[in-house]
């Protein structure tokens, strides 16, 4: 099958692309507020861009209004975030901070899980993630606008968490999502010399 692009609904081409572009790791973010509210949210649009300098980048959507979703809103203001890796233990909460809460709510008491202090940045990390990446903003540039317009946020990384039961391990078992709600687990790899 063909599909021309301009012919296809939002919906039609957002499942082609998430049917096509697998497996797409998890950016679990966390941010901060101005007033000091914790965000937490999930985007499986998430690339690590180099690491000369050490750099991530993820692509949040605007909300059904169009408007900036709180993540994207809190980068903006403070201008840090953290990217925490999703593994199976905390893959239910993951999913769960994808709900649509107002910005008045403090996402990690909604979803059940523990915050813990960053080093260089304000934002809490997710206490039970294998590891955290915390950020500070490169650039955030709008590329599409109106419901579902797309944003890429560049960040660089400051500061890396591993929990120590995890450094030397080749693969850390992520999260990672296939379709629109069906995710995988890496487990299984192979070695190309």
């Known amino acids: 099958m063909e599909f021309d692009v301009d012919k296809l609904t939002l919906q039609e081409t957002y499942l082609r692309m998430v049917q096509l572009i697998t497996p797409r790791p998890i950016a679990w973010v966390s941010t901060l507020s101005v007033d000091g509210i914790a965000n937490l949210a999930p985007f499986s649009f998430f690339s690590g861009v180099g690491a000369n300098p050490p750099t991530v980048c993820f692509a949040p959507a605007n909300n059904a209004q169009g408007l900036p979703k709180d993540t994207l809103e809190n980068v903006r203001r403070t201008g840090q975030f953290v990217v925490n890796i999703v593994t199976e233990p905390v893959a239910q909460a993951m999913h769960r901070s994808s709900d649509e809460v107002g910005s008045e709510i ?51 990384v400051v500061y890396i968490h591993i929990q120590d039961d995890f450094v030397d391990q080749k693969s850390l078992h992520t999260i990672a999502r296939v379709g629109r709600r069906e995710y995988t687990e890496v487990k299984d790899t192979f070695r190309m010399e």
């Open 106 to 156: 403090d996402e990690f008491q909604h979803v059940g899980v523990q915050p813990a202090s960053s080093v260089k940045v304000k934002p809490p990390r997710v206490q039970s993630a294998i590891a955290a990446m915390e950020c500070t903003l490169h650039s955030a540039i709008a590329l599409g606008t109106g419901p579902a317009g797309a944003n890429l946020v560049i960040g660089n």
